[in-house]
């Protein structure tokens, strides 16, 4: 067999479906055997970024690996930010990058560049195939690694000769044997004893739920875990879903833009159980002034990341459901009352407030109705600031794999194509959820969305600027708006609008604007239907045709252009030290 046929046989023998990539010259040998192939659904996207992303969002709602390709040198390197992207957030991939042939390695060829040293950082392994006898050993170490264990990318550099060579006498490894790779999945039982005994103690314990749970399919185990310990539970931003956000005892997320509740609960708990989270610092703030009363218990399948950031006190190696498996048969209800009653005073009104307008649209206002029109169900992406975390925020989500978001690299772009990659394994409608910065990074992939007819319906919330920098620039940097006005200047004559930046704040006004782009149009030219909404009375009507509509549309919705993220907690603060709505001057 050919190189490129036991390529293919490997994709087809570790269950892959759907391949995203984009063709090259060194790729070509890859591409003409995959011509013949009817099993795996051949993708091409607009651009290798675009391809890396859908295979996340792909792995991300199924749980499977995903699978992208770019050709050597620039494609190869446009890989890396979908790479680095699912190595933060411990997304199961295999990315393949052609290469140069092999003589050619280390000359500066035309298109070469050294992906092994570029992705060392940012994959869990990866390989240079340096001859056909390795090729399938290494396709099956690769798809082995991405998925066992703490799951991570793992790329594959193919030199084309390796794709052309013949192999006599093939054979696909039916298992691989590697020494130095041995993930732990049971946790110790005497650690495990440790921490049930020290919970049982706790007047005021909390639990804290990260991305493991997910990865790890503990959702089950987490929810008979806090309901016969009656616990408050916090997730972080990648395991909402895990826990459902409707249940009495979720407090809502913690962090930076997290509630109140969360992050006073980790102020003043007396125990603390981590469940597959990674003390993140946008969870932690100032790890000094972090949870300076508590007990701490670490489960996380990874060694490396237990007392990483925050010193525990009881340690447990293994995977979350295995551990909570053996945690379920001890753990006894506890005595909350008093704790229950602080904690509801945090809560008061509601995790997440604003001020609801009746002449301008709030994006709060458009992820509520959202909510409400989508009945709490919908699969949806995003891509990162201000939108990022208003869907995290006031979209409950009750299951796993409803959410698709770049947490850890904080990926702008990565909306649109994670949910089209989605939307292809699904085989159903996928939403995003983009501001008009984001949204633009990758927006070449409606092309892949029309021609292939696959139902994304993305929801822009534009409020005209870099939504986040924004803030930041309005809350720290005396309203100096550098460099984040994204809107085209308003026609109009006489106007008393004191913005200098380029917007305006007339918008109620019946005025003409000029729109760069005008997504409306630029949607349309992708054949793909779209809506201008610019009235907070339009919103559910607009909601409403988009998620009726078979196939894939685009909501603009025209929205407050000063609206900050509340709550906050700044940079290097603990906390405790939240900055409210309230307390804009």
Same mark, same amino acid.
């Given at each position: ?5 036991? &390529?293919?046989? /490997? ?7 759907? $391949?995203?990539?984009? +063709?090259?010259? @060194?790729?070509?040998? %890859? ?111 690769? &798809?082995?690694? /991405? ?7 793992? $790329?594959?550099?193919? +030199?084309?000769? @390796?794709?052309?060579? %013949? ?111 990674? &003390? ?306």
């Amino acid at each position: 067999m050919k190189g490129s046929e036991i &390529f293919v046989d /490997a994709l087809r023998r570790e269950g892959v479906d759907t $391949l995203f990539g984009y +063709p090259g010259g @060194v790729l070509i040998p %890859i591409y003409d055997t995959l011509y013949d192939v009817k099993d795996i659904n051949i993708v091409l996207t607009r651009h290798e970024q675009g391809a890396a992303h859908a295979a996340d969002g792909y792995a991300r709602a199924t749980g499977r690996v995903g699978v992208c390709m770019g050709t050597s040198g620039p494609g190869a390197t446009n890989l890396v930010t979908g790479i680095a992207t699912a190595y933060l957030d411990s997304i199961p991939m295999v990315a393949i990058s052609g290469q140069v042939t092999s003589k050619l390695i280390g000359t500066d060829a035309f298109q070469e560049a050294d992906m092994v040293g570029i992705t060392r950082p940012i994959t869990k392994h990866n390989f240079l195939v340096k001859t056909i006898e390795e090729l399938p050993e290494i396709m099956k170490m690769a &798809f082995h690694i /991405a998925r066992s264990g703490r799951p991570g990318p793992v $790329l594959v550099d193919i +030199p084309k000769d @390796v794709t052309t060579a %013949i192999m006599d006498n093939y054979e696909y490894p039916e298992t691989v044997n590697m020494r130095s790779y041995k993930p732990k999945y049971e946790g110790h039982a005497g650690q495990i004893k440790k921490a049930v005994d020290l919970l049982a103690t706790a007047k005021r314990p909390l639990i804290y739920a990260g991305g493991g749970v997910i990865l790890s399919g503990a959702e089950k185990e987490l929810l008979e875990f806090a309901e016969k310990m009656g616990a408050p539970v916090t997730t972080t931003l990648m395991c909402l879903g895990g826990f459902p956000g409707t249940h009495k005892q979720f407090i809502g997320m913690p962090g930076m833009h997290g509630s109140k509740a969360a992050n006073f609960s980790f102020q003043n708990a007396d125990c603390i159980i981590s469940l597959g989270a990674r &003390f993140d610092d946008r969870v932690t703030g100032d790890t000094s002034c972090f949870a300076p009363k508590a007990k701490i218990i670490h489960v996380d399948i990874d060694p490396a990341s237990i007392s990483k950031i925050i010193a525990v006190d009881i340690p447990v190696v293994g995977d979350v459901k295995t551990v909570l498996l053996e945690m379920n048969k001890m753990i006894a209800p506890l005595e909350l009352t008093k704790w229950w009653g602080e904690i509801t005073e945090w809560i008061g009104d509601g995790m997440f407030t604003y001020r609801h307008s009746d002449t301008v649209i709030k994006p709060q206002f458009v992820i509520e109705k959202f909510y409400e029109v989508t009945e709490g169900k919908a699969i949806f992406a995003t891509d990162v600031g201000q939108h990022q975390m208003w869907a995290a925020q006031y979209y409950k989500m009750d299951h796993p794999k409803q959410w698709l978001t770049s947490g850890g690299l904080g990926t702008m772009g990565f909306g649109i194509p994670a949910a089209m990659g989605a939307a292809f394994a699904l085989k159903a409608p996928v939403w995003n959820i983009s501001g008009d910065g984001g949204v633009q990074m990758n927006i070449q992939e409606l092309a892949t969305i029309r021609i292939n007819d696959v139902p994304v319906k993305t929801i822009i919330l534009n409020n005209e600027y870099l939504g986040m920098v924004r803030q930041w620039q309005d809350l720290f940097y005396k309203k100096r708006y550098s460099s984040v006005c994204l809107t085209a200047q308003v026609e109009c004559d006489g106007c008393t609008c004191e913005r200098t930046d380029g917007g305006c704040d007339k918008r109620g006004d019946e005025r003409e604007y000029t729109y760069v782009p005008d997504f409306v149009k630029l949607s349309e030219s992708y054949s793909i239907p779209a809506k201008r909404i610019t009235k907070p009375s339009e919103v559910e009507a607009a909601l409403k045709w988009a998620h009726e509509l078979d196939g894939p549309c685009v909501l603009e919705f025209m929205t407050d252009p000063e609206e900050n993220v509340y709550p906050m907690v700044p940079a290097g603060a603990a906390l405790d030290e939240m900055i409210f709505w309230e307390d804009e001057k």
